[in-house]
């Protein structure tokens, strides 16, 4: 037999024996207070019960049918005690208010043997709560939990009856019933408490400290890891985590599955003998991006920002960026704007540890033309010459346009459809510092391509 199974045997057998006690004391004695902790006692037999037939259910292996193990059966076994409880209180304040307002007379008989009797349940009450509680506290147990809970309402009702037993014993008769009445709120206040932390958990309501805990020991980790999802439930005493995690897309498959473990030694170290399944996703670091980039135009006054670059560093990514601004505002209104964007990034995209800004004024419209052909014969000529030797063609299109900083070249190349982007690019780039040094005149070359 499990040390849980014989702590709740002992619970069952400790309540018949309070309960032959009690209720024939109760009756001797005329004592609604003794009858009332007699009924009180028999919730606890029935609870006892249920504890025993819960704690054998819920030390079950996981197995196909339930995967998650049995645990929620002492969660069942305490909300069904919680319901006994409630209707076992109702009952006992029905009759204790009866004879306070005369509609009833007690008769009760405050024998000092049943002064005796009340002492004697009060040993046991402390002794059955106190075994109850140190097995519910080193097995984890609801359903242990809730006998010592329900045992150390006993002691408290079994004091209130000897008070009330001494008041008629002084002469005060409805000292029994006001002593009857209080263990039937001390019932219920238990019965409702019960019932709410069972329900959040037969619910999976997320155990709050149980998540921090979590948290904290994976926001602890080094290196760091991105923390995408946690979701925690619990069942006999036993926590259950799934954590989804993000590791860089370039990452080998032993990286991943070595910061999977990290994570769930963490957890597990946090809350002991806890049940933790980590997934593992590559992360997408294109919707990084363009969080980022929301984030820094929400900000007002932002009119543009190029230049992003997100780099990796250890789970975590720092963030560089430029920033166009109105040309007229002051270095400090500007430095300002640029703070708020560092704020905003920071508050918006959780993996962003660090952000840096560049800063750049926004140049307004200027006034353009075009320019005539034989103004700008010569540069014509020398992209011509450079297009011929680069693709060994024509463009497909070239115009220049006269503007206040000088002359910008517009160029549209043809290029292989399935040449890799990266190439195409480098390919534009080194067309664009060509032309610069043919065609000095060219004060800016803007080269788009196209398949």
């Known amino acids: 037999m499990s040390p849980q199974r014989r702590t709740a045997l002992v619970s069952v057998v400790a309540a018949c024996?309070?309960?032959?006690?009690?209720?024939?004391?109760?009756?001797?004695?005329?004592?609604?207070?003794?009858?009332?902790?007699?009924?009180h006692s028999g919730t606890?037999?029935?609870?006892?019960?249920?504890?025993?037939?819960?704690?054998?259910?819920?030390v079950r292996p996981a197995d196909r049918s339930h995967p998650y193990g049995h645990g929620k059966a002492e969660h069942l076994a305490a909300l069904a005690e919680a319901g006994i409880l409630?209707?076992?209180?109702?009952?006992?304040?029905?009759?204790?208010?009866?004879?306070?307002?005369?509609?009833?007379?007690?008769?009760?008989?405050?024998?000092?043997?049943?002064?005796?009797?009340?002492?004697?349940?009060?040993?046991?009450?402390?002794?059955?709560?106190?075994?109850s509680l140190r097995a519910a506290k080193r097995y984890r147990s609801a359903a242990l939990q809730a006998n010592a809970l329900h045992f150390g309402s006993d002691l408290v009702g079994s004091t209130a009856v000897l008070a009330g037993l001494l008041l008629a014993r002084a002469g005060y008769p409805e000292g029994d019933s006001i002593a009857a009445l209080f263990v039937a709120l001390l019932v219920l206040l238990a019965?409702?408490?019960?019932?709410?932390?069972?329900?959040?958990?037969?619910?999976?309501?997320?155990?709050?400290e149980a998540e921090k805990a979590a948290l904290r020991a994976i926001e602890g980790l080094e290196?760091?890891?991105?923390?995408?999802?946690?979701?925690?439930?619990?069942?006999?005493?036993?926590?259950?985590?799934?954590?989804?995690?993000?590791?860089?897309?370039?990452?080998?498959?032993g990286q991943g599955h070595a910061a999977a473990d990290a994570v769930e030694a963490a957890v597990q170290k946090a809350l002991p003998n806890s049940d933790v399944v980590v997934h593992v996703e590559p992360q997408d670091e294109v919707a990084l991006r363009e969080r980022v980039h929301a984030a820094a135009l929400s900000v007002p006054?932002?009119?543009?920002?190029?230049?992003?670059?997100?780099?990796?560093?250890?789970?975590?990514?720092?963030?560089?960026?430029?920033l166009k601004l109105p040309g007229e505002i002051s270095l400090d209104d500007a430095h300002g704007v640029a703070s708020s964007v560092e704020q905003a990034i920071l508050r918006s995209v959780a993996e962003v540890s660090s952000v840096?800004?560049?800063?750049?004024?926004?140049?307004?419209?200027g006034a353009g033309r075009t320019p005539d052909p034989g103004?700008?014969?010569?540069?014509?000529?020398?992209?011509l010459s450079v297009v011929q030797e680069r693709i060994g063609g024509a463009p497909r299109e070239l115009r220049f346009l006269q503007t206040e900083d000088g002359l910008v070249a517009l160029l549209t190349l043809g290029v292989d459809a399935s040449r890799p982007l990266a190439d195409a690019h480098a390919l534009a780039s080194e067309i664009e510092q060509e032309i610069r040094r043919a065609a000095p005149g060219v004060v800016d070359v803007i080269v788009h391509t196209e398949p």
Do not use: C
Not at 305 to 316: F, I, K, P, Q, T
Not at 375 to 383: H, P, Q, S, W
């Open 375 to 383: 103004e700008v014969e010569a540069d014509r000529k020398a992209v």
């Open 86 to 131: 409630v209707v076992a209180s109702l009952f006992l304040a029905y009759r204790a208010l009866g004879h306070l307002v005369g509609s009833s007379e007690s008769q009760v008989d405050p024998a000092w043997w049943a002064l005796l009797v009340v002492g004697v349940v009060m040993v046991i009450d402390v002794s059955r709560m106190t075994v």
């Open 44 to 58: 606890d037999l029935v609870a006892a019960l249920l504890t025993l037939f819960a704690v054998g259910v819920a």
């Open 301 to 322: 006054r932002v009119r543009e920002v190029h230049n992003l670059r997100v780099v990796s560093m250890g789970g975590r990514f720092e963030v560089a960026l430029h």
């Open 356 to 365: 840096q800004t560049h800063l750049e004024p926004l140049r307004e419209p």
């Open 191 to 208: 019965a409702g408490r019960l019932m709410s932390r069972n329900v959040d958990v037969l619910m999976d309501r997320a155990p709050p």
């Open 223 to 253: 290196p760091t890891v991105q923390l995408r999802r946690l979701r925690m439930r619990q069942a006999g005493g036993r926590h259950f985590a799934d954590v989804v995690i993000g590791v860089s897309p370039g990452a080998a498959v």
């Open 17 to 39: 024996i309070l309960i032959a006690i009690k209720l024939a004391t109760g009756l001797a004695t005329d004592s609604l207070g003794l009858l009332s902790e007699a009924v």
